[in-house]
């Protein structure tokens, strides 16, 4: 895979999060968060959050596969997508087959890295994937069987 290398963090940090390396920088930032694994999907390093099989994508490396970007690929809350890529089209795009459903295209190879707003954008991310799914409401109980109806 070809990558695009970046400086180290401006700010000092120190170890993986500080790596010059784009793709091992965002590999710390996802592999950080709580319940979080890797592995590769369509070719490309991935993360979910959850376990099992509840667990679900919240980062999707794109590193030239589709087009010649290195980016990452992540839902977003809703009007994020439009905000971000009419802003600042240079970084945030659109990608395939999921942007549809409001995800954004972040690139990683398009000068210096903002590395604060990356890990907000997949702490994000994982946020909205990791919730826990609403609790379904109570059924109503059903008349029961055995019952005398009165007459």
Excluded: N
């Excluded at 995800?103 to 909205?128: F, K, S």
């Amino acid at each position: 895979m070809a990558r695009a290398a970046h400086g180290a963090d401006p700010a000092g940090a120190t170890g993986p999060a500080a790596s010059a390396d784009p793709v091992e920088r965002l590999r710390a930032i996802c592999l950080a968060l709580p319940e979080v694994s890797e592995r590769v999907s369509h070719g490309e390093p991935t993360w979910f959050a959850g376990t099992g099989t509840r667990a679900r994508v919240f980062v999707m490396l794109a590193d030239h596969h589709h087009d010649d970007r290195l980016a990452f690929w992540c839902p977003a809350a809703a009007g994020a997508q439009e905000f971000l890529t009419a802003r600042e089209p240079e970084l945030f795009f659109r990608p395939p087959y999921v942007g549809h459903r409001g995800w954004i295209g972040v690139r990683l190879d398009a000068g210096p890295v903002g590395w604060e707003r990356v890990e907000d954008l997949v702490a994000d991310a994982h946020a909205l994937v990791a919730r826990p799914a609403a609790p379904k409401p109570p059924t109503a109980p059903g008349p029961s069987r055995g019952t005398a109806r009165p007459g």
